[in-house]
């Protein structure tokens, strides 16, 4: 199960996200361009999503949200300060 809790604040960097090939990156893309349209901000470095996004996310990538969280952060999309507060690699 994963740790993430209503505590952790998930920021993406969108330029990070900006630079990933089109395949690998697209529907986290997608999906953080939906949520700026949403909320018409448009002229952030990093957009805050809601944790529960994360779990929608992981499910679109057919992975555990720890995994994803994982990838991001290979990724530069998350800081890897995040390891930390998703409980990754924790008890
Ligand atoms: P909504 O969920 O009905 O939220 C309406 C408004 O409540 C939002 O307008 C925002 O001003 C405020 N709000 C709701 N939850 C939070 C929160 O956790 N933190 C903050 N700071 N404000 C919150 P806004 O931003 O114009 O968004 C309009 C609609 O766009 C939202 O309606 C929701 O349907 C969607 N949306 C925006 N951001 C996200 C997101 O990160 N994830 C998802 N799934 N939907 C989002
Ligand atoms: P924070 O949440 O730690 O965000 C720090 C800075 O990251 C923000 O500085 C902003 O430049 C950027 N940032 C974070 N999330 C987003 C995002 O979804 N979109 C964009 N465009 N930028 C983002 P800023 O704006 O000076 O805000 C400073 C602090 O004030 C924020 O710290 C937060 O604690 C609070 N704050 C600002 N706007 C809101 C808001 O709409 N709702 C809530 N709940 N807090 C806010
Ligand atoms: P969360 O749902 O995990 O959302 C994390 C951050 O994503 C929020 O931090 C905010 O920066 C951004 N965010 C999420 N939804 C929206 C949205 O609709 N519009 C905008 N502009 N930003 C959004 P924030 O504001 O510091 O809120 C921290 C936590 O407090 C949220 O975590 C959520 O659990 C709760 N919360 C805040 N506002 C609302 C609200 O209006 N309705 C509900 N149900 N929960 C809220």
Known sequence: SSAVTSSTKI???LE???S???DEAGPLARYASTI???RHDYNGKV???RAEDLKSLAIIYDMSPDELTSRLIEWGVLSPG???VVG???P
Do not use: D, H
């Open 11 to 13: 920021v993406l960097n």
């Open 16 to 18: 990070s996200l900006g």
């Open 20 to 22: 990933l090939p089109a």
């Open 36 to 38: 700026q349209a949403q």
């Open 47 to 49: 957009l805050s999503i």
């Open 82 to 84: 995040m390891e930390s």
């Open 88 to 90: 990754f690699g924790g």
